[in-house]
């Protein structure tokens, strides 16, 4: 019922008044305005796009893809609409690994292509590990719930030896005195 009603309220909000339809030739003219100058943003698919006006407003440069869509993002939902609770980006876990100590790991990029023109010292570190800067690892901790911040423990994990760090005195391990 909800997600009925907040469809609703948002296609009332997504209306289109007549008068953006005579603004189409000044836009012809002037190349200068964007599609967001025409109409209220709006987060449903209006099936108003298939008309040939619209048509001549998707070529204009800058405005929209090819396919008539905005290009792919990967942002956070902060509030969703069913439950109204932030939602982790599926992107980040199937390219990135936490560790428990607060790091991401990722694998480089390209890996697995042309590896009959890349050196064996190269293909070697290719099969190697990466750690994300500060700023990407904080970024993608904003990207992801508290649920896949807490550790997580596997039977037989094989990034076992890498979940801890007690070189650095702020992710050492407390030992406590029993």
């Not at 309220?9 to 997504?14: F, N, Q």
């Not at 980040?92 to 023109?117: C, E, M, N, P, Y």
């Not at 994990?157 to 070189?167: A, L, V």
Request: with cysteine; aromatic share 10%.
């Amino acid at each position: 019922m909800l997600r009925t009603f907040v469809t609703s309220a948002l296609r009332s909000v997504c209306w289109q008044s007549p008068a953006a339809s005579s603004l189409i030739p000044l836009v012809q003219r002037t190349q200068r305005a964007t599609l967001m100058t025409l109409s209220r943003p709006c987060l449903l698919p209006t099936p108003s796009l298939a008309s040939p006006a619209h048509h001549q407003l998707l070529q204009l440069p800058g405005v929209l893809g090819a396919t008539g869509t905005p290009s792919n993002t990967r942002n956070v939902t902060k509030f969703s609409l069913v439950k109204g609770k932030r939602k982790t980006v599926k992107a980040v876990l199937k390219r990135f690994k936490r560790l428990d100590w607060g790091a991401w790991i990722r694998t480089h990029s390209g890996r697995q292509k042309k590896l009959f023109k890349k050196s064996a010292a190269l293909r070697r570190r290719l099969k190697q590990h990466v750690f994300t800067n500060a700023t990407q690892s904080w970024l993608l901790d904003k990207m992801v719930t508290s649920y896949w911040r807490r550790p997580k423990h596997f039977i037989n994990d094989p990034y076992k030896p890498y979940h801890s760090r007690n070189e650095y005195y702020a992710t050492q391990s407390k030992t406590f005195k029993v």
